[in-house]
RNA sequence: GCCUCUGUAGCUCAGCUGGUAGAGCAGGGGACUGAAAAUCCCCGUGUCGGUGGUUCGACUCCGCCCGGAGGCA
């Protein structure tokens, strides 16, 4: 019998911090964040981070937990997250994951382990200087099959691929069979939250930039801003953050750089819808139709709770 | 009141000397195994302000009307 793990997933601004929270106290369990910003130290306003209000009393992991200055990625977060949840199995909890990072929950829910560490600074750097298009036919000669499913345009990807043959020997394809597991080591329910109407999604998305403002992410910001490094992290990326430097550096008006960060975010809500969806072991519940106790109800009718 | 410029996709605008329109952004769909709040791919029929006219044919020329911007009074 696989322990059991909940899952709350979805595009953003549709409720899942406060859903986690009442899944969390209705199944006896603990939160396990899921979200590749929310867990560096300092990034709460920005990331919608949970506050101790709104965790109301449910212990929350995975959030704040990690320097924005220090390079982080899925790997590190599975290393750190998989013994947490066999910590909450083992005080004989259930651990209940929720965030919107599509790629970390997949990795972490399937059981995915990483081989070795990555070293590959150097290498990456070297590539980047390269052509896109040349890189990509260099990627078709040594992994053919990771060249087929990366589009040539998508340098990144490409690079990553060719990382991966230039330092371990082994193709990308091979190396991602070896890291998958046979099948989950956890007996999973995945919920995801979505609005049946865009409209109201895209409206939710710029009131929450409105209220990051309010609630001082142009302070946040500029204080993580002094920290050294800060631009060239990972962290950095996270929506809100490098926007506000476009106004810090007098790039762009305030109001012009809040607008990007509406637009980003509503960009971002619509790339995580198609990740999710792709999942089709999921219950999709939309949060302009049912409360969250009405769809506790639900999964209690389908006997997962 | 007169003169000039202007009115084309939700927004900003391209459209040579007439052959019924096309970009960027927004929006929609998708991909995604060590940067993932990242990176990338696909999708553009709209009364070309209205109305008359010239023409085989007008977004493109002419008249008038309506709506903007500026200048002179």
């Not at 290393?79 to 990795?107: N, Q, S």
């Not at 690079?159 to 991602?176: D, K, N, P, S």
Request: some cysteine; charged content about 25%; hydrophobic content about 40%.
């Amino acid at each position: 019998m696989k322990p059991r793990v909940l899952a709350v997933g979805g595009p953003t601004s549709t409720g899942k911090t406060a859903f986690g929270v009442l899944l969390a106290k209705t199944a006896c369990g603990e939160v396990v964040s899921c979200d590749s910003m929310q867990l560096y130290k300092g990034m709460v306003i920005g990331t919608a981070a949970p506050t101790p209000e709104e965790t109301g009393g449910v212990l929350h992991h995975m959030v704040g937990v990690v320097d924005p200055a220090v390079s982080f990625s899925v790997a590190d977060y599975c290393a750190m997250a998989a013994p947490i949840l066999a910590d909450i199995h083992a005080r004989g909890l259930v651990p209940v994951v929720v965030g919107g990072t599509g790629l970390y929950m997949d990795c972490l829910l399937s059981g995915m382990t990483f081989l070795g560490q990555q070293e590959t600074g150097e290498v990456r750097r070297q590539l980047w200087a390269q052509d896109g298009e040349a890189l990509w036919k260099r990627l078709a000669e040594l992994d053919p099959q990771a060249a087929a499913s990366i589009h040539p345009a998508n340098k990144k990807r490409v690079i990553r691929a060719l990382e991966v043959v230039l330092t371990t020997g082994e193709t990308m394809t091979a190396r991602a069979a070896r890291q998958s597991a046979a099948e989950s080591p956890y007996e999973v329910t995945k919920i995801c939250l979505d609005l049946a109407d865009r409209e109201l999604l895209r409206a939710r998305c710029e009131r929450r930039v409105d209220e990051m403002m309010e609630k001082g992410l142009l302070e946040e910001v500029e204080g993580l801003l002094k920290k050294p490094g800060l631009r060239a992290s990972t962290a950095f990326q996270s929506i809100g953050y490098k926007e506000l430097a476009t106004y810090f550096d007098g790039i762009l008006p305030l109001e012009r750089a809040v607008e990007d960060i509406k637009t980003a975010t509503k960009k971002y809500a619509k790339r995580q819808r198609s990740w999710f969806r792709r999942d089709g072991a999921t219950l999709w519940y939309y949060r302009d139709q049912l409360s969250g106790e009405a769809i506790i109800d639900d999964l209690r009718q389908r006997n997962l709770l």
